[in-house]
């Protein structure tokens, strides 16, 4: 239904006659396609304006049945049993299957057709056929006697038709309405200008509440900018569940490590285990922790499979890092600097400076021939980006990086050395079964994210940034983190 040109059709009624008797029996004037519903509901929406008022009426009238409707169309029974016969007539059993049982005594009576010989037969030369005249025409204006006759054969049925009584209301001249919403198509053709509305439009709004970086994010987002500029290319770390060849194996830690214990590691529960790797790469990978291999006495005890297949939440971002550098030995080697940012999960009692799961920073260079000083000089090119220029290495041992180091910074405000990260060259052992080249070399380092954060952010409890614990407000008001180059 057109909107427009029904209010204009109300209020040219409304305008010449002052009111609408029949909301039903107009809207079927103007145009029977529209759905009653939608003229009852522009009806009250006008109503609510008080530019009309509506009185609800509850009446019964006299409708046509499908029977009723289909002698308008086709006749009735016994104009249609008179308008079949032939000269060979029809036997009165076959007339009541085909037009039923009153449509023969109703022609019979009316002196239309005769039965002859078993057979009916035509017995007028024509006839008029008043019962379908009789339902086109106005049902209120037939006797008492024909309707109930009607009704009787299921040609009428009577049903409760409710309709309103429309007439001027209090501010019938109020012809626009007020409305809710300013939309967009409003906006795109200036039609908003036109409107009236509820609410007023040109008052200023209340300044929109903005959402604020998290300040783990702002770290995370300087250091990862950090390594952009040194030439890095970010690793996708979205698989938070390892299994444990990737997370361990791969890196060759072996399988009785304490790191792969309970009290350290989180194992998942369903799916239990995994296989996401050749079993070539896997043989490999059994054989120098078995055996050795690669000039390695390896580590000498019973590798078994199922260990490697269980799931964990993911230790370190290393296991990302294994499966960047067998990809790039599978697509042939090409020198590459490997950065990622993400989180990392351990089974830790929680303390001030202790998390279930807190994020590690690592970065990765593999090349030809490079050696523990480049691995220096490129941590202390990092930390110097950071604004940490005054930094130490210490000797250290990790299970896959030979040699390995700390990596610890001079912190001013507390006046002493801080562990900063840990660092190394993987070994031979992680490389070679992997398809790397034996002339190239990869180093490696790691730090947390939430320790330079509390740092930067003069923070002395972990929970403060990172859990449940977290100040809402802190989040709202610290200060955009940037650490000064030197």
């Known amino acids: 239904m057109n909107k427009e040109i029904f209010n204009n059709k109300l209020f040219a009624k409304l305008d010449k006659d002052c009111s609408i008797e029949n909301s039903r029996e107009w809207s079927n004037e103007v145009d029977s396609s529209w759905n009653y519903n939608d003229v009852v509901g522009a009806l009250k929406s006008w109503e609510s304006l008080n530019t009309i008022g509506l009185e609800y009426i509850d009446s019964i009238q006299n409708c046509l049945t499908e029977a009723g409707k289909d002698i308008l169309v086709n006749g009735s029974p016994e104009a249609k049993l008179y308008n079949i016969l ?90 626009s309405k007020e409305l809710s919403d300013l939309t967009v198509e409003m906006l795109k053709d200036d039609s908003w200008e036109k409107e009236n509305f509820k609410v007023n439009i040109n008052a200023m709004g209340v300044v929109p509440e903005q959402g604020y970086r998290h300040p783990l994010s702002k770290v995370k987002n300087e250091f990862k900018q950090i390594f952009l500029d040194m030439g890095f290319e970010e690793m996708p770390t979205f698989n938070f569940v390892e299994n444990g060849f990737w997370n361990f194996d791969a ?65 370190h971002t290393t296991a990302v890092s294994a499966r960047m550098l067998y990809k790039l030995a599978q697509n042939g080697f090409k020198p590459k600097k490997y950065f990622s940012i993400d989180r990392v999960f351990r089974n830790e009692t929680l303390d001030a400076t202790h998390l279930a799961e807190f994020h590690q920073v690592e970065g990765v260079v593999a090349d030809v021939d490079i050696s523990l000083g480049h691995l220096i000089g490129v941590i202390s090119e990092f930390f110097k980006r950071l604004g940490i220029d005054n930094i130490r290495f210490k000797p250290a041992f990790n299970p896959y990086t030979e040699p390995s180091m700390e990596i610890f910074g001079y912190h001013p405000m507390l006046k002493r050395w801080v562990e900063l990260g840990n660092s190394g060259i993987f070994r031979p052992e992680l490389l070679l079964p992997m398809g790397i080249p034996e002339n190239v070399r990869v180093a490696a380092w790691g730090l947390s994210l939430e320790r330079p954060t509390m740092i930067k952010y003069g923070l002395d409890n972990i929970r403060a940034i990172f859990g449940n614990s977290i100040n809402v407000n802190f989040i709202k008001n610290n200060p955009i983190c940037m650490f000064e180059s030197k």
Request: glycine residues 8%; positive net charge.
């Open 86 to 175: 032939t000269a060979e007539g029809m036997s009165p059993a076959d007339a009541n299957k085909q037009f039923g049982a009153t449509a023969f005594g109703s022609a019979k009576n009316k002196g239309w057709i005769e039965v002859k010989q078993g057979k009916i037969v035509k017995k007028a030369e024509s006839i008029v056929d008043t019962v379908k005249t009789d339902l086109s025409g106005d049902l209120g204006k037939l006797d008492n006697k024909t309707l109930e006759q009607y009704k009787k054969s299921r040609f009428v049925e009577e049903k409760k038709m409710s309709y309103y009584r429309v007439t001027k209301g209090e501010h019938y001249n109020k012809r």
């Open 251 to 315: 890196l060759f830690q072996p399988q009785q490590h304490p790191a792969r214990e309970l009290q350290d590691t989180f194992f998942i529960k369903d799916p239990k285990t995994s296989h996401d790797f050749s079993d070539e790469y896997c043989e490999r990978v059994k054989q120098v922790h078995s055996v050795g291999g690669y000039g390695s006495l390896g580590w000498v005890y019973d590798w078994k499979l199922e260990e490697a297949e269980k799931n964990i939440l993911r230790t």
